[in-house]
């Protein structure tokens, strides 16, 4: 397999594992009576599982991007960009007439 496809998996999994802690952590705070409403339904599997999902979408699709991200050559200098001086107009007045009504 290869190796960025490999990366891309291993930090899917580790959104996935996020993911698993912030829903757990959301029951056990019992965030919006939550856990109360996941225990006293018949759709509370559901939601926990659709929390999941969606979660893992979210931190998974972030870490992924991150790691992405970070992935720049060591001999980068970190200075950023070149920033040119941008003209810049001298502000005139426009006179306007206004009419009465």
Request: aromatic share 8%.
């Given at each position: 397999?290869p190796?960025h496809?490999?990366m891309?998996?291993?930090?899917?999994?580790?959104?996935?594992?996020?993911?698993?802690a912030f829903t757990a952590?959301?029951l056990?705070?019992?965030v919006g009576?939550?856990w109360?409403?996941?225990?006293?339904?018949?759709?509370?599997?559901?939601?926990v599982?659709?929390?999941?999902?969606?979660?893992?979408?979210?931190?998974g699709?972030?870490?992924?991007?991150?790691?992405i991200?970070?992935m720049?050559?060591?001999?980068?200098?970190?200075?950023?960009?070149?920033?040119?001086?941008?003209?810049?107009?001298?502000?005139v007045?426009?006179?306007v007439?206004?009419?009465?009504?």
């Open positions: 397999m190796d496809i490999r891309i998996i291993r930090h899917g999994f580790i959104g996935f594992g996020i993911s698993v952590m959301i056990a705070f019992n009576n939550l109360h409403l996941v225990t006293h339904t018949a759709e509370g599997p559901v939601a599982l659709m929390l999941i999902v969606f979660g893992t979408i979210t931190f699709s972030a870490q992924i991007g991150y790691k991200m970070s720049g050559e060591e001999d980068d200098d970190q200075s950023g960009g070149k920033r040119d001086a941008l003209p810049v107009a001298d502000p007045a426009i006179p007439r206004i009419t009465d009504r």
